[in-house]
């Protein structure tokens, strides 16, 4: 999403504000009119786009598990031979999701169990493959560490990352550039502890 220049589709609208709502009065707090009405089209009219609030909330919990691991495959493709570069890549990726895309990290943390037992297993599985990515390139730069350290150590970044809903309003954070670079040092700044700063 926040590499996207184009500009946002219905659909897209449409998820992007049942994310928010979904994400402050909760999935059952919100009705599919409140949806419509917040892009400018009547509730009924979103069943052209959706069959229901279920499918929207499939469609946003199992499109961010894509997108991060599509995103993570191409950056690492892109640093290829560089580890130090790939790991940074990850987390710059993670952290524009983090920053861009806070009302997901508060759905997915309250509301994945909501989810068909098909596409729940579908977020797992592509969330499992994130780690892993991230496990491998984590082990490469740090070889020191053990795979169990390193997953746990990848957990604990995402932990970490993903705390940004906590952090206040967007006006409330110092601007885009700076607590970027903050969850950025953050991060490496924890993988260089437990990694002990060897290599």
């Known amino acids: 999403m926040a590499t996207r220049t184009d500009a946002p589709t219905r659909r897209e609208q449409i998820l992007k504000e049942a994310a928010r709502l979904f994400a402050e009065r909760g ?4 009705g599919v009119d409140e949806i419509g009405a917040a892009v400018g089209i009547s509730g ?23 997108r991060l691991l599509t995103g993570g495959k191409r950056r690492s ?30 759905l997915h943390d309250r509301e994945l169990d909501r989810l068909r037992d098909s596409d729940r297993k579908l977020v797992r599985q592509l969330q499992r493959q994130y780690v892993e990515l991230w496990v491998a390139t984590v082990r490469e730069v740090y ?23 906590h ?30 700063g060897g290599r």
């Open 27 to 30: 999935f059952h707090g919100v």
């Open 77 to 106: 493709a892109e640093a290829a031979g560089s580890p130090d570069a790939a790991l940074d890549s990850l987390i710059e990726g993670h952290i524009d999701f983090a920053l861009d895309d806070r009302p997901l990290i508060t």
């Open 143 to 165: 070889p020191a560490l053990t795979e169990v350290e390193a997953r746990a150590s990848v957990h604990a970044v995402f932990g970490l990352l993903n705390s940004t809903p």
């Open 167 to 196: 952090l206040g309003r967007p006006g409330a954070l110092p601007g885009r550039e700076v607590t970027a670079d903050l969850l950025h040092r953050l991060a490496r700044g924890a993988l260089e502890a437990v990694a002990g």
């Open 44 to 66: 009924p009219g979103l069943y052209r786009h959706f069959a229901g609030k279920d499918a929207m909330l499939a469609e946003l919990l199992v499109g961010i598990s894509e």
